[in-house]
Nanobody, 123 residues
Framework: VQLQASGGGLVQAGGSLRLSCAAS????????MGWFRQAPGKEREFVAS????????YYADSVKGRFTISRDNAKNTVYLQMNSLKPDDAAVYYC?????????????????WGQGTQVTVSS
């Protein structure tokens, strides 16, 4: 599967962005999906994940209440709505496909990764 993340950009603190992750070459409807982020000099960290049918979602404490993950299996696409953005949210955001049966927060549960989209938040 190929994953193409988009929607990043420059936004002021308090603003919003919506990231998209479009999959190609095969369906992702059987897989949980996740969003991760990596800031300069820091390790890649979990942001959010969603089960294969969208019935269950999980968030890092740092984004809970501000970010919403969703998916449209008919479009083979996953989204991350980010509201009330803070300078600490600035990072490259990556989407990833979870191994079958997985939906957690560990990088090792994901086997396909997109190329990342840059989010910059000005204070």
């Amino acid at each position: 599967v190929q994953l193409q993340a988009s929607g990043g950009g420059l936004v002021q603190a308090g603003g919003s962005l919506r990231l998209s992750c479009a999959a190609s070459r095969r369906t992702i409807s059987n897989n949980a999906m996740g969003w991760f982020r990596q800031a300069p000099g820091k390790e890649r960290e979990f942001v959010a994940s969603i089960s294969w049918n969208g019935g269950n979602t999980y968030y890092a404490d740092s984004v809970k209440g501000r970010f919403t993950i969703s998916r449209d299996n008919a479009k083979n696409t996953v989204y991350l709505q980010m509201n009330s953005l803070k300078p600490d949210d600035a990072a490259v955001y990556y989407c990833a496909t979870a191994r079958l049966g997985r939906v957690g927060s560990s990088l090792y549960e994901y086997n396909y990764w997109g190329q990342g989209t840059q989010v910059t938040v000005s204070s």
